[in-house]
């Protein structure tokens, strides 16, 4: 085993060890004298793997890895967790599948190689297969209940017009319907390989004791098969204003919902011909996570607090929303700011027009030294609470490392108070576009 290479992104003080074992699988470990241990297990198979067609295959598999394997009946990991008071659960995203579990630290020895059994020698039971895809389907269905999941797909459909990231990680009911067995043990054994798995322990063990139970665990791979893979084309660049209008019987509120484009942490590595959502304006000397923490500062700053311009405006002084709010989501390939209004199906257009509007001030008559204080603070404090147990720091360090590298977790408060108010209005004016934008529109029939 051995350390790898230092971060390209952070200079900060790493409280945990990243090791390398001999199969190739990355561990990291941070001892926290708590009493409890947390394990997460992240695997680079999201659905940004999956070829068209087998589209929702990584988050069906999800559900498929507690079916259990020839030593784990179906059912029985959940029980013998929870028999040893410990909790567990998972999930999938475009980059990424996580399987995690809390344990008391004595039992970290009985259930870390049932976990490892499972992400290893997933079965697949065909009659197991049959039963969760109707659970996924019914997943897929409530979808269609729920008017901001419906124009949120929307939206990325409209962004990413070839990429992954514009299908739904649940998949269709056409294409699931189309999968077997089979091909999803060959995803499992393409994809759920040592060198693709970060293994990440926070809590209550020392280091070589979690390196022995790692090993042991997770020693047993199968050999890997070849599988479907994602065929990527070049995106079309958002160089215009995208708009789509949905119509849904008994909407009780219209829905406003507008998207920007920009950089994933893989980027600026990329050429301008790449088949990246973000293709304009490359800079491979920009830094994508310090524009990727600004522009969660400029989301504070418009829409994710009572004295956010466009929540003080829009809902308090002009009444005109009945909510509005905005985020920045940072991923490999491509970031995506987002802005969501809920309101009368008569103030849509003015709405629109004056949160474009309100973007373009930000160019000519930038964020206040008040305004960027509040969101640092905001921000800083966010971090602070969701840094405080074993398991919300194994989430952190294997998200980071998964995306990026894991000691840029800790770098989080430095790069948030290193924003000025210059570089707000920079990436304001780079970024946030009145004039190149998707947006959704939704009213009722």
């Known amino acids: 085993m051995n350390l790898p290479r230092s971060s390209q992104f952070s200079t900060d003080p790493f409280p945990a060890n990243i090791l390398t074992l001999e199969n190739g699988l990355t561990l990291i470990h941070q001892h926290v004298p708590s009493g409890v241990v947390a394990v997460d297990v992240w695997v680079k198979a999201g659905a940004i793997v999956e ?83 109707d659970v996924v389907l019914e997943e897929i269905r409530q979808t269609y209940d729920n008017p901001d999941c419906i124009a949120f797909e929307a939206l990325m459909e409209s962004v990413y017009q070839r990429h992954p990231y514009g299908r739904s990680i649940l998949g269709t009911e056409e294409k699931l319907m189309e999968r077997s067995p089979i091909e999803m043990r060959q995803f499992h054994r393409s994809h759920y390989q040592p060198d ?26 199968q050999t890997p098969l070849t599988c479907a893979q994602s065929r990527l084309e070049a995106e079309p660049p958002l160089t215009t204003i995208r708009r789509q209008e949905l119509r849904l019987p008994r909407l009780e509120q219209a829905r406003l919902m507008m998207a920007w484009l920009t950089p994933g942490v893989n980027a600026p590595a990329r050429q301008p011909d790449s088949v990246l959502p973000w293709r304009p304006e490359i800079d491979e000397h920009r830094d994508p996570l310090q524009d990727a923490y600004g522009l969660e500062v400029l989301s504070v700053v418009l829409a994710e607090s009572r004295s956010s311009r466009l929540v003080q405006e829009l809902r308090e002084d002009r009444q005109l929303v009945q909510g509005v709010s905005s985020g920045f989501t940072l991923q490999r390939e491509s970031g995506i700011f987002t802005i969501t209004a809920w309101l009368e199906p008569e103030q849509l257009e003015r709405v629109e027009a004056l949160i474009c509007d309100r973007l373009s001030e930000m160019i000519t008559a930038p964020v206040t030294a008040g305004e960027l204080a509040r969101a640092k603070r905001l921000l800083c404090n966010d971090y602070a609470f969701s840094t405080e147990t074993p398991s919300q720091l194994a989430g952190l360090y294997g998200y980071y490392h998964t995306i990026a590298q894991a000691d840029v977790a800790v770098s989080y408060p430095r790069r948030i108070q290193a924003i000025t108010l210059e570089d707000l209005q920079e990436l304001a004016s780079r970024y946030l576009s009145p004039y190149r934008y998707a947006a959704i529109v939704m009213k009722s029939l």
């Open 51 to 133: 070829p068209d067609e087998w589209s929702g295959m990584a988050h069906f598999l999800e559900h498929m890895i507690f079916k259990g394997t020839d030593r784990q009946p179906p059912g029985s990991f959940d029980r013998a967790i929870e028999n040893r008071g410990g909790m567990t659960n998972a999930a999938t995203s475009y980059d990424y599948a996580h399987y995690f579990v809390t344990t008391a630290a004595q039992h970290l020895s009985d259930t870390l190689p049932r976990l490892g059994d499972l992400l290893v020698n997933a079965a697949i039971p065909d009659d197991e297969f049959d039963r969760e895809r």
């Open 196 to 221: 693709n798995m970060t293994v990440v322990i926070v809590g209550d063990v020392l280091q070589d004791e979690a390196i022995r139970q790692v090993d042991r665990a997770f020693h047993s791979f």
